[in-house]
C-alpha cells in the first residue's frame, strides 16, 4: 500500500528539494507510524533523489522506522536513570500486559514496545513516550492504568 | 594569486597555495601519509581517521586529507603519538573485518592489507567483532560481488556512485555500530539501478566490492580439448594492461597482450576493434537514415538525437532514468556484441566450425560488459553470443599464473579473420572516440572527401574528463545521393560519466538541446577508465592511457573504419550492405525500458 | 531549604520584562556593536556544553560576508541527565525567541530556526502559539524575523552543529570536516550562528540586566548562572538555577542522600568525579565543565552497569562514519564486558584506556571525542567495581 496522496500533500506543502526530505517522512510516520518501501519509491520519485538515499536517509533515525509498528508506539527510556529507577519492571509489566517482547508489535497491530535512548525525563524517571506523549514518574501499577486505559481506547 | 601558506611537516618547511590540504602539503615533500577513505576523484571525506597527523599546539590529531594547511602549523606526520593513534585505528577496522586473506579476491592487491602490513598488526589486540555482525555477500549479479565482511565503511563507493555517476545505487544506511553501505531497502544489486559500471569497484580500497571472476571458467574452456576458444580484446586493455603487470601507465602493450594470450592458450586470438569498426558503419548509416528520415520524409516518430550505445552501464542508466528516450539510443549492439555474434555464425562458417564447439571469450575494461553478455537480448546467434567476459584485471590474474613475465615476451599480431583494425576502433576506448570515428567515417560516405581536419584528428571532441563537449560540423559539397544533407551543421554532444550524461539528457529530455548525435561513456574518461581496468585509478593515469591510445591511433596504417579490409570482406561475403537483413538479425537490438526504483 | 548554601538564581525563569517583548523592543533600537560589546564584557558562554564565547562567535558571524545568514536554536538536547532546555522552552519561550532574533539582527540574518528533538514534540502547539504571537510583536517593531521549527527524528548526534545542518538539510545526521566552522559555512553552507537554548536567554538577561549585574554572579572563567539538570540518587531531582563556579561537594551536600559516591557531571559525555575528589571538583569552564547534566549515585549502585549504560548509548548513537567512534564504542563495551566475565584479564583494561585517549584524539566530532571522559574517569576511579 502507497499512500501516494498524503506523500503528494507533503511534498505540495514542503517542496521538492533535498531539505524537504526529512518533513515528508516524519508526516509518512505521523500518518502510519513507518515508511513502506513503496513510500521510500515515491518519495524518491517526488524528490528526485535515488531510492537507496531516501533509504540510508530514513534508516538513520531512530524515529523514522522502516518496519511496520503499531498505532500506539510504546517507547520506554533505557538510558542510567530511568534503568536505575525501575525501568526493567516497567518493560517487564507492559511485556506481561501486551504479550510482546521489546522490539515487537501486538498481533493486532495496535502496539509496538520499543526502547529508547534518554528522553529529557530524568528526574522523573522512568519515563516513557506513547506516540509523542510523555508519560513519567512511572511505576508498574501506573503503567499498568495508561496501558488499560490505551487498550480500551478504540 | 593569493598569498602562500607557510607551515612546517616534520621539520621542512614548505609553502602551498591557500585551500591545500595537509595531506597534499605533505605529499609535496614526497611524506606519504596513510591513507583509506581519501580518493583523488572525490571530495573528502575524513572519515577513516588513518591520515591523522600531530599538529603542534591542537588538542586533537587533524585528519590531514581533510585539514587545510594555515599559517605557522607545525605538523608531525610520525610521531609516537600519531604512531599509535593510526595502529589503533588499523586495528579497529581489523577487528570488525573479515581479514580472511587467503579467501579473498583482494588478496595482494588490497590497501587495507597493505597499511596492516606496514603497520606490524600482527598481534591482534582488539575482540574479534565479526561474529557478532551478520555480514552478507551479495553475489547474485553477473558484474559484481559485494561482501560486507570486508567492507571498512571508508564511503568511496557511495561517493563514486553519487558523485561520478549520480545514480546512488548506493547509500550509508543506519547508524552507529550498525552502520553500512546498503542497496535500497539491502535488494541484491541486481534488483536496483546499478548500472555495473564497476566505478565504485575500481575505487574500493578492499575486497568488499569486486568483479565477479570467470577465471576458472575461461582456463576449464582452454583445457577442454573439444572446444575451440576464441578471445577477443577491447581497445582499452591494450593501453592499460600493463599497470596490472608491473609497467608505468600509459604503456601502449598491444603486441604483448596478443603473445599472451596465445601462450594462455586460446584457439585464436581477435581484435574487438573489428567490430568497432563494423559498429561505426552500422552506427554511421543508421545517423544518416535517421537525418534523412526527419530532413527528407519529415517523420515525426524519428528519434533524433541518435546516442551510441557501445556502453552497456549507459545503456541500464538509460533504461532506469529515461526509459522514454530509448528510441534515441542507437539499435547497434556494441563492439563486443557484434563480435559475440558474428563469432559464432560468420565466423564459424569461414573457419568451418561448429558453433556449439566454440567459446567466446572477451577481454574488457569494463564490468557492465559481463551483465550485457547475460543480456536474453544478446544470443542472436541461436548461442549466448559472448560466453566469458574477463575485465584486464582478471586477464592479468591469468597471465600471471601462467608464470609469464609479460615486460619480456615478444609482440605478436592478431589472427584472422576478424583480427584486422583502424585507428578509428581503437580510440573507441577514449571519451569522444566513437565520435570521432564516426565523423571520420560519415563524413567521407556523404561528402565523398576526408574529414577537413589535419592528420584526421579531429580535435574538437577530444577532451578530458569533467565537462560536457558540445561540438559541430558543416557538411557541403555531398554526393548527389545525399543532396538532404546540404548545409546541415551537424551538431554533435560527448560527455563521459553518468553523472555527465545524465546532464546532457536532462537537456534532450527538457528539449532545451538540439543535438544530432549524442556520444555517451559511462566511465570517466571513456572505457579507458573502465569499472574492469587496473587499480588504482586517477586522472593523472587516466591522461596517460588516454595519451597512449592517440598515439596508437596515429601510428596505425589505416585511420578510417570503412578502409579495414576484412569489414569490407565482411559486408561483401556476408552481411551484403550496412543495416541490411542480416545486420537486423545480429548486430542491432532494442533495449527494455526498466524501473527508476 | 532555607539552610542552602548554594546560591539560587532567578536569572533563566525570571521576569522577563514588565511590559510582553520589551528588552527585544529595546535592544533592536541598540546599535549592533554595543550590543556585541556588552555581550563580550558579560563573559558569557555557551550553554551547550563546548562554552565557546558567545560574543566571539557572533562577531565571526557578523563579519562573515554573505547576503544570507541563519541563526539556529540548538534544541536537540539528547545528553542523559539533561531536561533543561524543555523547562526552558516550555516557560520561557518569547526569551529564547528574543535571543535569536537579537542575535539575527547582530549578525544580520533573515531568517532563525529551532531544531527541536522529536523526544519533545509534545511541546510543539505550544510553541507554535507563542511563535505566531512572537511573530505578530516583532513586525511590529519594524524588524522581519521569522522563527521556523525543525524536528528531529531522533538521534543525540544531530545535536553536534555540522550534524545539525546535515540533518535540517535532508541528509544523515553526519558530522562535518572542521574547518570550516558554523561562522562561516554553516546551515546551507552559509554563516550561521548556533547557540544552546539557554545561551539565548542568557543574552536577553543581559540585554535586560546589563553584563555587571550578570557578572556578579559566578566566577572569572564562569560567568552568569546555570540551570542544572539534577538526577539520579537525590532526594530533591530537578531543574535548579545555580551559580556557576561552585565546589562539588557543596552540591553534593545540597543535593546527595547522604550516600553519594559519585557524580556524573556532564552527562555521559562528561566526567564521572567520585566522592574523595568532591572537595576539589569546581563545576564550571575552570573545572568540570557541564552542559547542566549533574547525576548523582549512592553507594548501591555498580559503576560497571553506570558504564555498560553510558558505552550502550554511545554505540548506538555514535552516527557509525568514523572508525574510533564506531568500532572503538565497541570494543569499549565488549571489552568491559570480557574483563568482567573473566574472558579477559584486568590487565586488559589498560590496553582499553589507551583506545579511548586515541579516540579522544582522532575521532571526528566531539561524540567520538568525550566517550574517553566517562570512560577513563569511571575505569580509573572504579577499577575494582570493573574487575569484580
Ligand atoms: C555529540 C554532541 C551532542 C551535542 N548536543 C547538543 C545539544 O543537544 N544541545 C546543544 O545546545 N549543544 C549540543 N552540542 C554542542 C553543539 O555542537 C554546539 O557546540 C552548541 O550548540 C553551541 O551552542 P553554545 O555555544 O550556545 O553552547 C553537542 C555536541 C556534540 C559533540
Ligand atoms: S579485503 Fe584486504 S584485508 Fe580484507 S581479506 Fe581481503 S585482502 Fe585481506
Ligand atoms: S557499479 Fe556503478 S552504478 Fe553500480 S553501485 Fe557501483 S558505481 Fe554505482
Ligand atoms: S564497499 Fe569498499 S568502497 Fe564501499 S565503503 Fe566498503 S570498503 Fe569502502
Ligand atoms: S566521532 Fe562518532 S559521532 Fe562523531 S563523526 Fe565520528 S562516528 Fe560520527
Ligand atoms: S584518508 Fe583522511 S580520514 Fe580517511
Not at chain 2, 582456463?219 to 576458444?229: L, R, S
Not at chain 2, 592478431?414 to 571519451?431: E, L
Not at chain 3, 509534545?122 to 510553541?127: G, S, Y
Request: net charge neutral.
Amino acid at each position: 500500500m502507497t499512500n501516494e496522496h498524503l506523500i503528494r500533500d507533503l511534498v505540495k506543502k514542503h517542496g521538492r528539494s533535498r531539505v524537504a526530505l526529512l518533513p515528508i517522512l516524519q508526516g509518512v510516520v505521523d500518518a502510519n507510524n513507518f515508511i513502506s518501501d513503496s513510500d521510500m519509491v515515491e518519495i524518491a520519485k517526488e524528490l528526485d533523489l535515488s531510492a537507496a538515499q531516501v533509504f540510508g536517509t530514513a534508516t538513520f533515525y531512530s524515529f523514522l522506522s522502516t518496519e511496520p509498528l503499531g498505532k500506539y508506539v510504546i517507547r520506554v527510556c533505557k538510558t542510567i536513570t530511568c534503568d536505575m529507577h525501575g525501568k526493567k519492571q516497567i518493560v517487564q509489566t507492559i511485556e506481561e500486559m501486551l504479550k510482546v517482547k521489546v522490539g515487537e508489535t501486538t498481533p493486532n497491530k495496535k502496539f509496538s514496545l520499543l526502547e529508547t535512548n534518554c528522553l529529557g525525563w530524568c528526574h522523573e524517571g522512568p519515563a516513557m513516550l506513547i506516540n509523542e506523549k510523555p508519560f513519567t514518574g512511572l511505576t508498574p501499577e501506573r503503567v499498568h492504568d495508561i496501558i488499560s486505559e490505551y487498550i480500551s481506547k478504540s | 594569486m593569493s598569498k602562500k601558506i607557510n607551515l612546517t611537516i616534520d621539520g621542512i618547511n614548505v609553502s602551498v597555495d591557500p585551500g591545500t590540504t595537509i595531506l597534499d602539503a605533505a605529499r609535496k615533500l614526497n611524506i606519504h601519509i596513510p591513507t583509506l577513505c581519501y580518493h583523488e576523484d572525490l571530495c573528502v571525506a575524513g572519515n577513516c581517521r588513518v591520515c591523522v597527523v600531530e599538529q603542534e599546539n591542537s588538542r586533537t590529531l587533524p585528519a590531514s586529507c581533510a585539514t587545510p594547511a594555515a599559517e605557522g602549523m607545525v605538523i608531525h606526520t610520525n610521531s609516537g603519538k600519531v604512531r599509535v593513534a593510526r595502529k589503533h585505528i588499523v586495528e579497529l577496522l581489523l577487528s570488525e573485518h573479515n581479514a580472511d586473506c587467503t579467501k579473498c579476491y583482494k588478496n595482494g592487491n588490497c590497501e587495507l592489507q597493505s597499511l596492516a602490513s606496514q603497520m606490524l598488526t600482527g598481534d591482534h589486540m582488539f575482540l574479534d567483532l565479526v561474529p557478532d555482525k551478520h555480514y552478507t555477500i551479495d553475489m547474485f549479479n553477473s558484474a559484481i560481488v559485494k561482501d560486507d565482511s570486508r567492507c571498512i565503511r571508508c564511503q568511496r563507493c557511495v561517493r563514486t556512485c553519487e558523485e561520478l555517476q549520480s545514480v546512488s545505487a548506493l547509500s550509508v544506511a543506519y547508524r552507529g555500530n550498525n552502520m553500512k553501505i546498503s542497496t535500497f531497502f539491502e535488494h541484491p544489486l541486481f534488483e536496483v539501478v546499478c548500472t555495473n559500471c564497476g566505478q565504485c569497484v575500481n575505487r574500493c580500497p578492499t575486497g568488499a566490492l569486486i568483479e565477479r571472476n570467470y577465471v576458472d571458467q575461461v582456463w576449464d574452456a582452454i583445457y577442454d580439448p573439444a572446444k575451440h576458444v576464441v578471445v577477443q580484446t577491447a581497445p582499452a586493455v591494450r593501453i592499460a594492461l600493463g599497470e596490472a603487470l608491473g609497467m608505468p601507465p600509459g604503456m601502449i602493450v598491444t603486441g604483448k597482450m596478443v603473445t599472451s594470450l596465445k601462450r594462455l592458450g586460446f584457439d585464436a586470438v581477435l581484435d574487438t576493434d573489428f567490430t568497432a569498426d563494423l559498429t561505426i558503419i552500422e552506427e554511421g548509416y543508421e545517423l544518416v537514415e535517421r537525418l534523412k528520415r526527419a530532413l527528407v520524409d519529415k517523420d515525426p516518430e524519428v528519434a533524433l538525437p541518435m546516442a551510441t550505445s557501445c556502453s552497456p552501464a549507459w545503456i541500464k542508466f538509460l533504461e532506469h532514468t529515461y526509459p522514454d528516450l530509448l528510441p534515441n539510443l542507437s539499435t547497434c549492439k556494441s563492439p563486443q556484441q557484434m563480435f559475440g555474434a558474428l563469432v559464432k555464425t560468420y565466423y564459424a562458417q569461414k573457419k568451418k566450425l561448429d558453433p556449439k564447439n566454440l567459446v567466446s571469450v572477451s577481454i574488457m575494461p569494463c564490468t557492465a560488459k559481463k551483465f550485457e553478455a547475460d543480456r536474453p537480448e544478446m544470443r542472436s546467434s541461436g548461442y549466448k553470443d559472448v560466453d566469458y567476459v574477463l575485465t584486464t584485471r582478471e586477464l592479468a590474474i591469468m597471465i600471471t599464473q601462467a608464470g609469464m613475465e609479460f615486460d619480456k615476451l615478444p609482440e605478436s599480431h592478431f589472427d584472422n579473420i576478424m583480427g584486422m583494425s583502424t585507428g578509428a576502433a581503437v580510440i573507441f576506448g577514449t571519451t569522444g572516440g566513437v565520435m570521432e570515428a564516426a565523423i571520420r567515417t560519415v563524413y567521407e560516405v556523404v561528402t565523398g572527401r576526408e574529414v577537413p581536419f589535419e592528420s584526421l584528428n579531429i580535435t574538437p571532441v577530444r577532451g578530458t574528463e569533467g565537462e560536457v563537449r558540445e561540438a559541430s560540423l558543416l557538411i557541403t559539397g555531398t554526393k548527389p545521393e545525399f543532396k538532404f544533407l546540404e548545409g546541415v551543421e551537424l551538431k554533435c554532444v560527448v560527455a563521459n560519466g553518468l553523472a555527465y550524461a545524465k546532464k546532457v539528457m536532462q537537456n534532450v529530455k527538457d528539449g532545451n538541446a538540439n543535438y544530432h548525435f549524442i556520444e555517451i561513456m559511462a566511465c570517466p574518461g571513456g572505457c579507458l577508465g573502465g569499472g574492469g581496468q587496473p587499480i588504482p585509478t586517477n586522472k593523472e593515469i587516466r591522461a596517460k592511457r588516454t595519451q597512449a591510445i592517440y598515439e596508437e591511433d596515429l601510428g596505425m596504417p589505416l585511420r578510417k573504419s570503412h578502409d579495414n579490409p576484412e569489414v569490407q570482406e565482411l559486408y561483401r561475403d556476408f552481411l551484403i550492405k550496412p543495416l541490411g537483413h542480416k545486420s537486423h538479425e545480429l548486430l542491432h537490438t532494442h533495449y527494455t525500458p526498466r524501473k527508476r526504483y | 531549604m532555607s539552610e542552602s548554601k548554594l546560591k539560587r538564581v532567578d536569572l533563566i525563569f525570571g521576569e522577563y520584562s514588565n511590559t510582553k517583548y520589551k528588552v527585544l523592543a529595546d535592544t533592536l533600537k541598540r546599535r549592533n556593536e554595543d550590543i556585541l560589546e556588552d555581550l563580550m564584557e558579560s563573559g558569557l558562554k555557551g550553554r551547550g556544553g563546548a562554552g565557546f564565547p558567545t560574543a566571539m562567535k557572533w562577531k565571526l558571524a557578523a563579519d562573515a560576508p554573505s547576503d544570507t545568514k541563519y541563526v539556529i536554536c540548538n534544541a536537540d538536547e539528547g545528553e542523559p541527565g539533561t531536561f533543561k532546555d524543555r523547562e526552558i522552552l516550555s516557560r520561557v519561550p518569547r526569551k529564547v525567541f528574543s535571543g535569536m532574533a537579537i542575535c539575527g539582527k547582530v549578525i544580520g540574518a533573515q531568517k532563525g530556526y529551532i531544531y527541536l528533538r522529536s523526544e519533545y514534540k509534545f511541546l510543539l502547539p505550544e510553541l507554535t502559539r507563542e511563535l505566531e504571537m512572537f511573530h505578530e510583536h516583532i513586525g511590529k517593531m519594524g524588524f522581519d524575523f521569522p522563527i521556523e521549527i525543525k524536528l528531529g527524528s531522533g538521534a543525540y548526534i544531530c545535536g553536534e552543529e555540522s550534524a545539525l545542518f546535515e540533518s535540517m538539510e535532508g541528509f544523515r545526521g553526519e558530522p562535518r570536516n572542521k574547518p570550516p566552522y558554523p561562522t562561516t559555512h554553516g546551515f546551507m553552507g552559509k554563516p550561521t550562528v548556533i547557540n544552546n537554548v539557554e545561551t539565548f536567554v542568557n543574552v536577553v538577561m543581559i540585554m535586560r540586566l546589563g553584563p555587571v549585574q550578570f557578572k556578579l554572579l559566578g566566577t572569572t572563567d564562569s560567568r552568569g548562572s546555570k540551570v542544572f539538570s539534577v538526577s539520579g540518587d537525590t532526594p530533591i531531582p530537578g531543574i535548579y538555577e545555580l551559580e556557576l563556579g561552585m565546589p562539588l561537594d557543596r552540591f553534593v551536600e545540597e543535593f546527595g542522600d547522604g550516600d553519594t559516591k559519585a557524580v556524573q557531571v556532564g552527562g555521559a559525555s562528561g566526567f564521572c568525579v567520585p566522592r574523595k575528589k568532591f572537595k576539589d571538583t569546581i563545576i564550571g569552564f575552570e573545572g568540570v565543565p557541564t552542559g547542566g547534566s549533574m547525576m548523582l549515585f549512592n553507594s548501591s549502585r555498580s559503576m560497571y552497569n553506570v558504564l555498560h549504560n553510558y558505552l550502550d548509548f554511545f554505540e548506538e548513537e555514535s552516527c557509525g562514519q568514523c572508525t574510533p567512534c564506531r568500532v572503538g564504542c565497541q570494543q569499549l563495551r565488549k571489552g568491559i564486558v570480557a574483563v568482567k566475565k573473566g574472558d579477559k584479564k584486568a590487565g586488559y583494561l589498560d590496553q582499553l584506556l589507551k583506545l579511548s585517549e586515541s579516540m579522544k584524539i582522532t575521532a571526528k566530532c566531539g561524540l567520538g571525542q568525550s566517550v574517553a571522559n566517562s570512560f577513563s574517569s569511571i575505569v580509573n576511579n572504579f577499577k575494582e567495581e570493573m574487575i569484580y
